[in-house]
């Protein structure tokens, strides 16, 4: 959990300074006013990047030569630490408890955040890419195994990948590999997907929404066949593409409705509580497996969902989060969130 966050230089911010408490935190203000910036902060200083997009140039204010953040914060044990980062157009310093030499893997194991925006329908919606993102975040944070399985993996499918662009003779040396560490990798996103939809599903009924949702999981090759077996059918078919076509890596989830594919029949409020209701599973999962879930971060909550449906979401996400920042044009008339902690913005500084 956050306790303290300091920013400067921050898109429109110059310089402001937060206390944040356990618990829901609102941060309120109008369009353009910097609330957003406020909660990409605490996402850039757990993750080392924006939720909006990879281009650093944006971050830094104008006229200035670098984004600093500092935060104070409690990891999932109890313990607390310092941290500070500034962004260069060109470089990223990290310093953790006056220490420079930090993994980022470090860093989100100690301050794990989940985010929740305008945008995150494409969880649904979207390309697996933002599914798959869903399943190995899960799991690097609840599968001590999972990160080093994943890196061995991807070395061997970059290494079998380069052999096939340049004209496959080497590339199936690295089919065992693949086949070791994608059949176990597999395994544990099955396991974790089953956890994640019973979570979901049982979310979604106690809500009592007017819609049902149904999940798939596909492997990333065919049913019915082994890995080994996918790979050797599809040699051929790799050697003119000068790419692996199938295995872990084409991972998808898919998140199917009644009628057809959720993002393209449900509201964008619909969207918001199903992609909540994902969030919260995930982050049970996670407070199962190290005591204490993530801090939450959830961009403009209030839009799209009427008084009941707002009242029934944040009043599961405190009962789930340790700590919410939430952002919203307005500061009162929220019901349960008028009872939050409130920060009002107004042109990138606190009032």
Same mark, same amino acid.
């Given at each position: 959990?956050?306790?303290?966050?300091?920013?400067?230089?921050?898109?429109?911010?110059?310089?402001?300074?937060?206390?944040?408490?356990?618990?829901?935190?609102?941060?309120?203000?109008?369009?353009?006013?910097?609330?957003?910036?406020?909660?990409?902060?605490?996402?850039?200083?757990?993750?080392?990047?924006?939720?909006?997009?990879?281009?650093?140039?944006?971050?830094?204010?104008?006229?200035?030569?670098?984004?600093?953040?500092?935060?104070?914060?409690?990891?999932?044990?109890?313990?607390?630490?310092?941290?500070?980062?500034?962004?260069?157009?060109?470089?990223?310093?990290?310093?953790?408890?006056?220490?420079?030499?930090?993994?980022?893997?470090?860093?989100?194991?100690?301050?794990?955040?989940?985010?929740?925006?305008?945008?995150?329908?494409?969880?649904?919606?979207?390309?697996?890419?933002?599914?798959?993102?869903?399943?190995?975040?899960?799991?690097?944070?609840?599968?001590?195994?999972?990160?080093?399985?994943?890196?061995?993996?991807?070395?061997?499918?970059?290494?079998?990948?380069?052999?096939?662009?340049?004209?496959?003779?080497?590339?199936?040396?690295?089919?065992?590999?693949?086949?070791?560490?994608?059949?176990? %990798? $597999? +395994?544990?996103?099955?396991?974790?997907?089953?956890? =994640?939809?019973? !979570?979901?599903?049982?979310? &979604?009924?106690?809500? @009592?929404?007017?819609?049902?949702?149904?999940?798939?999981?596909?492997?990333?090759?065919?049913?019915?066949?082994?890995?080994?077996?996918?790979?050797?059918?599809?040699?051929?078919?790799?050697?003119?593409?000068?790419?692996?076509?199938?295995?872990?890596?084409?991972?998808?989830?898919? %998140? $199917? +409705?009644?009628?057809?594919?959720?993002?393209?029949? =449900?509201?964008? !409020?619909?969207?918001?509580? &199903?992609?909540?209701? @994902?969030?919260?599973?995930?982050?049970?999962?996670?407070?199962?497996?190290?005591?204490?879930?993530?801090?939450?971060?959830?961009?403009?909550?209030?839009?799209?969902?009427?008084?009941?449906?707002?009242?029934?979401?944040?009043?599961?996400?405190?009962?789930?989060?340790?700590?919410?920042?939430? +952002?919203?044009?307005?500061?009162?008339?929220?019901?349960?969130?008028?009872?939050?902690?409130?920060?009002?913005?107004?042109?990138?500084?606190?009032?």
């Amino acid at each position: 959990m956050f306790s303290e966050l300091s920013i400067k230089d921050l898109r429109i911010i110059r310089d402001v300074r937060l206390t944040l408490s356990p618990g829901i935190n609102l941060v309120a203000g109008p369009n353009g006013a910097g609330k957003t910036s406020i909660i990409e902060a605490l996402y850039l200083l757990s993750v080392g990047r924006s939720f909006r997009y990879r281009d650093t140039a944006p971050l830094i204010r104008k006229g200035a030569e670098a984004t600093e953040l500092f935060s104070r914060f409690e990891d999932p044990s109890g313990n607390c630490h310092a941290l500070g980062i500034r962004r260069e157009r060109k470089q990223l310093v990290v310093r953790l408890d006056g220490c420079s030499s930090v993994r980022r893997s470090e860093v989100l194991r100690l301050l794990p955040v989940q985010f929740i925006g305008p945008d995150s329908q494409q969880l649904v919606q979207g390309s697996p890419e933002f599914r798959r993102q869903l399943i190995d975040t899960g799991l690097f944070h609840v599968e001590p195994e999972y990160l080093s399985l994943m890196q061995r993996y991807s070395r061997a499918l970059q290494q079998r990948n380069a052999a096939l662009r340049q004209g496959g003779g080497l590339a199936f040396q690295w089919d065992q590999v693949l086949v070791e560490t994608g059949t176990v %990798i $597999d +395994t544990i996103r099955r396991v974790y997907i089953e956890r =994640l939809i019973a !979570g979901t599903e049982a979310r &979604l009924t106690n809500w @009592l929404l007017d819609f049902s949702v149904s999940f798939h999981y596909r492997s990333g090759w065919r049913i019915g066949m082994s890995l080994q077996e996918s790979l050797d059918a599809h040699r051929e078919i790799d050697k003119r593409q000068g790419y692996t076509g199938v295995g872990p890596h084409r991972v998808d989830f898919i %998140i $199917d +409705t009644e009628i057809g594919r959720g993002g393209k029949i =449900l509201s964008r !409020g619909q969207l918001k509580m &199903l992609v909540a209701a @994902l969030m919260i599973a995930q982050a049970q999962i996670y407070r199962g497996r190290v005591g204490r879930a993530p801090v939450l971060l959830f961009d403009d909550l209030p839009a799209e969902l009427d008084r009941s449906n707002r009242d029934k979401l944040v009043t599961e996400l405190d009962s789930v989060y340790p700590q919410i920042v939430v +952002t919203s044009l307005e500061g009162e008339g929220l019901g349960i969130l008028d009872e939050a902690r409130m920060f009002h913005v107004e042109q990138g500084e606190l009032s």
